[in-house]
């Protein structure tokens, strides 16, 4: 690995000045890298087979885990760290990485696809939060529309603790999800208040290739969304709240699909265990 000859103490270091900018999520000055911060980040990076470009450590600082041979280790001192940092006591190490790219495709082609679309969501908390969910629960990938925040937004990529790194993310159009459907994908669009014409989750078939659609944390899903929905289901609710936080609303979803899965599963595997195979004739102990 590449090991920087001399501690840098300039905030407008080229390579300081890189990093600052992937903080602020300005792709064009960070020539596309994502900035990540922290040990669980980095170690979960490497995990999912993420090579980081660049690692900075602050002057004190020591690795306890090895790189890959092709990361570049920048050496900074505190100030300059603390200069770039994002979170309130720095772990002293940072990297920068690239960040992988999915295709839309590779999601749609999944056997009976599972899928959750943030359809501008704002909150990078919520966002990261239904990411992880994502990964736990089994779904074939994340989709984002327009307005929604960055899946590498510090505080998302915070909430994912990770699961970033191994989901499938992909921003999608109006049109792109307009043509699911036509491609037999039941787009389920997640509603607080239940009316005749929104269904419970419970009685919903989520078995079937799907896509559930989460809206604004304020206003819900927006029309166009809505307009594009096969149908509207809910998660009913006894207790006397409005509402749901969109990231808890989001997972409940997915879990529901989860369990109708894996039960359909066990049926179908239990079934199949029931089925006789070919009779085996008896030996009669007769010669010809």
């Not at 090895?66 to 300059?80: F, G, H, K, N, W």
């Not at 999915?102 to 679309?117: C, G, M, N, V, Y």
């Not at 989460?214 to 029309?223: F, H, K, P, V």
Request: charged share 20%; glycine share 6%.
């Amino acid at each position: 690995m590449g090991v920087s000859t001399a501690t840098i103490s300039s905030r407008t270091n080229a390579r300081v000045k890189q990093l600052r900018a992937a903080f602020s999520e300005n792709t064009r000055l960070s020539e596309g890298l994502v900035a990540i911060e922290g040990d669980h980040l980095l170690e979960e990076a490497l995990r999912s087979g993420i090579t980081p470009t660049i690692v900075f450590l602050s002057e004190r600082r020591e690795l306890s885990y090895p790189l890959p041979q092709s990361t570049e280790i920048v050496r900074l001192t505190e100030s300059a760290f603390a200069s770039v940092a994002e979170t309130r006591s720095p772990q002293g190490i940072a990297s920068l990485i690239r960040p992988p790219v999915h295709r839309l495709e590779d999601i749609l082609e999944q056997p009976s696809p599972l899928i959750l679309i943030a359809a501008g969501l704002q909150d990078p908390g919520n966002l990261g939060t239904l990411i992880r969910s994502a990964e736990a629960f089994g779904a074939t990938g994340v989709l984002v529309t327009p307005r929604t925040v960055s899946a590498w937004n510090q505080k998302a990529l915070r909430a994912s603790v990770g699961s970033v790194f191994r989901t499938q993310i992909v921003a999608v159009t109006q049109a792109e999800l307009a043509q699911m459907q036509k491609l037999g994908i039941a787009l389920l669009a997640a509603v607080g208040s239940a009316d005749d014409t929104v269904r419970s989750v419970q009685a919903t078939d989520l078995t079937q290739p799907c896509a559930v659609m989460i809206g604004n944390e304020g206003s819900g899903l927006a029309d166009e969304w809505l307009e594009l929905a096969t149908s509207r289901i809910t998660i009913p609710c006894p207790g006397p709240v409005e509402s749901l936080n969109a990231a808890i609303a989001g997972s409940l979803l997915l879990y529901e699909a989860s369990r109708q899965r894996a039960a359909a599963s066990d049926l179908t595997t239990s079934q199949q265990e029931r089925i006789p195979g070919p009779l085996r004739r008896r030996p009669t102990g007769a010669h010809r």
